[in-house]
């Protein structure tokens, strides 16, 4: 009875597991690339619209800007910080250059970094930043959202 019993629960456990969704990290990776990608395009184009879709609205989030000072707690601060910047920056281009993405084996964070080429003009000023960028991400019901992120100026 007690090897029934045993035999049952092992056939039941290989059952779930060969039932269990597989995770298709390369897909997920994919998504989290065109996340990142609608990042960079929202910050060139100006596009809040595209800004808010990839970004969480969370009021607990912690960002990080390039600068001393630059925690930004908060989506309504974030939003703050983004709509100054699109005030004060044009022509703005970012050149994106040795990304990694990784996906948690549950499937429910990414975590990515990068490197940019950060070019703008400031009124007739030109700025150009080697920008570190990392990146976490949270697979949510509607998709992978920036839960946050930190950047910082290159020496």
């Known amino acids: 009875m ?3 019993f045993v035999l049952f629960m092992a056939l039941i456990f ?3 597991n060969f039932c269990a969704e597989k995770l298709d990290i390369e897909a997920e ?3 989290v690339k065109e996340v990142l990608q609608g990042y960079v395009t929202s910050i060139e184009n100006e596009d809040m619209a595209l800004y808010a879709k990839v970004m969480a609205h969370d ?3 912690v960002n990080f800007g390039s600068g001393a000072a630059d925690q930004i707690v908060g989506w309504k601060a974030l939003e703050k910080v983004i709509l100054g910047q699109n005030a004060a920056l ?3 281009k970012i050149t994106a250059s040795d990304e990694t993405i990784r996906i948690s084996p549950d499937g429910k964070f990414a975590w990515a970094t990068s490197l940019w080429n950060f070019k703008a003009m400031i ?3 030109a700025l ?8 976490i991400l949270e697979k949510r019901e509607a998709g ?3 839960v946050h992120f930190h950047k910082s100026v290159g020496t």
């Open 128 to 135: 150009e930043l080697p920008v570190r960028c990392t990146w």
């Open 59 to 61: 009021e607990g989030m």
């Open 2 to 4: 007690k090897k029934s």
């Open 123 to 125: 009124g007739e000023q």
């Open 144 to 146: 992978w959202v920036i």
């Open 29 to 31: 990776k994919a998504k």
């Open 90 to 92: 044009s022509g703005t």
């Open 14 to 16: 290989l059952g779930m």
